[in-house]
Nanobody, 115 residues
Framework: QVQVVESGGGLVQPGGSLRLSCVTS????????MGWYRQPPGNERDFVAVLTASSSTNYADSVKGRFTLSRDSAGNTLYLQMNSLKPEDTATYYC?????????WGQGTQVTVSS
Protein backbone atom coordinates (compact mmCIF):
# COMPACT_ATOMS: atom_id res chain seq x y z
CA GLN A 1 0.00 0.00 0.00
CA VAL A 2 1.38 3.39 -1.02
CA GLN A 3 1.21 6.04 1.67
CA VAL A 4 0.83 9.73 0.92
CA VAL A 5 1.21 12.28 3.71
CA GLU A 6 0.77 16.03 3.36
CA SER A 7 1.91 18.75 5.71
CA GLY A 8 2.48 22.48 5.82
CA GLY A 9 -1.02 23.92 5.81
CA GLY A 10 -2.12 26.69 8.11
CA LEU A 11 -3.53 30.16 8.43
CA VAL A 12 -1.91 32.94 6.42
CA GLN A 13 -2.81 36.51 5.59
CA PRO A 14 -3.62 37.57 2.02
CA GLY A 15 -0.41 38.12 0.09
CA GLY A 16 1.48 35.67 2.26
CA SER A 17 3.20 32.41 1.44
CA LEU A 18 3.05 28.78 2.49
CA ARG A 19 4.90 25.67 1.40
CA LEU A 20 3.08 22.36 1.37
CA SER A 21 4.94 19.07 1.46
CA CYS A 22 3.84 15.64 0.28
CA VAL A 23 5.80 12.52 1.13
CA THR A 24 5.09 9.19 -0.51
CA SER A 25 6.28 5.75 0.46
CA UNK A 26 6.30 4.63 -3.16
CA UNK A 27 9.49 3.76 -4.96
CA UNK A 28 10.25 6.66 -7.26
CA UNK A 29 10.82 4.43 -10.29
CA UNK A 30 7.14 3.53 -10.17
CA UNK A 31 5.80 7.09 -9.91
CA UNK A 32 4.21 8.42 -13.08
CA UNK A 33 3.28 11.79 -11.64
CA MET A 34 2.56 13.62 -8.40
CA GLY A 35 0.48 16.67 -7.78
CA TRP A 36 -2.18 18.56 -5.89
CA TYR A 37 -5.89 19.10 -5.93
CA ARG A 38 -7.84 21.36 -3.60
CA GLN A 39 -11.36 21.44 -2.29
CA PRO A 40 -12.83 24.72 -1.04
CA PRO A 41 -15.61 24.50 1.55
CA GLY A 42 -18.83 23.35 -0.08
CA ASN A 43 -17.22 22.85 -3.48
CA GLU A 44 -15.81 20.06 -5.59
CA ARG A 45 -12.18 19.03 -5.63
CA ASP A 46 -10.28 20.93 -8.34
CA PHE A 47 -6.94 20.40 -10.02
CA VAL A 48 -4.07 22.61 -8.86
CA ALA A 49 -0.80 21.33 -10.28
CA VAL A 50 1.04 18.22 -11.44
CA LEU A 51 4.67 17.19 -11.86
CA THR A 52 5.45 14.26 -14.13
CA ALA A 53 8.30 11.79 -13.91
CA SER A 54 9.95 13.65 -16.79
CA SER A 55 9.81 16.82 -14.67
CA SER A 56 7.25 18.62 -16.76
CA THR A 57 4.67 20.65 -14.88
CA ASN A 58 1.17 21.85 -15.44
CA TYR A 59 -0.75 24.36 -13.34
CA ALA A 60 -4.33 25.48 -13.09
CA ASP A 61 -4.83 28.93 -14.58
CA SER A 62 -5.89 30.26 -11.20
CA VAL A 63 -2.49 29.54 -9.65
CA LYS A 64 -0.08 30.09 -12.55
CA GLY A 65 2.68 32.50 -11.64
CA ARG A 66 1.95 32.15 -7.91
CA PHE A 67 2.39 28.44 -7.15
CA THR A 68 5.49 26.39 -7.94
CA LEU A 69 6.08 22.66 -7.75
CA SER A 70 9.41 21.09 -6.87
CA ARG A 71 10.68 17.72 -5.75
CA ASP A 72 13.52 16.65 -3.50
CA SER A 73 16.58 14.84 -4.85
CA ALA A 74 15.29 11.47 -3.66
CA GLY A 75 12.14 12.04 -5.69
CA ASN A 76 9.58 11.00 -3.12
CA THR A 77 8.81 14.39 -1.59
CA LEU A 78 6.82 16.95 -3.54
CA TYR A 79 6.62 20.59 -2.54
CA LEU A 80 4.05 23.20 -3.48
CA GLN A 81 5.34 26.71 -2.89
CA MET A 82 2.37 29.06 -2.71
CA ASN A 83 3.00 32.78 -2.96
CA SER A 84 0.73 35.81 -3.17
CA LEU A 85 -2.04 33.84 -1.53
CA LYS A 86 -5.61 35.02 -1.91
CA PRO A 87 -8.71 34.31 0.17
CA GLU A 88 -10.02 32.20 -2.72
CA ASP A 89 -7.06 29.86 -2.25
CA THR A 90 -8.66 28.74 1.01
CA ALA A 91 -9.26 25.01 0.71
CA THR A 92 -8.21 21.59 1.83
CA TYR A 93 -5.23 20.62 -0.31
CA TYR A 94 -4.84 16.99 -1.30
CA CYS A 95 -1.70 15.42 -2.69
CA UNK A 96 -1.97 12.56 -5.16
CA UNK A 97 0.54 10.10 -6.53
CA UNK A 98 0.04 8.08 -9.70
CA UNK A 99 1.89 4.81 -9.32
CA UNK A 100 1.70 2.58 -12.37
CA UNK A 101 -1.71 4.00 -13.22
CA UNK A 102 -3.15 3.76 -9.72
CA UNK A 103 -3.98 6.96 -7.83
CA UNK A 104 -3.22 7.31 -4.16
CA TRP A 105 -4.37 10.27 -2.08
CA GLY A 106 -3.29 11.88 1.14
CA GLN A 107 -5.59 12.90 3.93
CA GLY A 108 -5.44 16.59 3.07
CA THR A 109 -4.03 19.68 4.72
CA GLN A 110 -6.04 22.82 5.39
CA VAL A 111 -4.96 26.17 3.99
CA THR A 112 -6.83 29.24 5.17
CA VAL A 113 -6.09 32.67 3.73
CA SER A 114 -7.67 35.36 5.84
CA SER A 115 -6.89 38.65 7.52
Amino acid sequence: QVQVVESGGGLVQPGGSLRLSCVTSSSTVRIYCMGWYRQPPGNERDFVAVLTASSSTNYADSVKGRFTLSRDSAGNTLYLQMNSLKPEDTATYYCFVNVNGHLYWGQGTQVTVSS
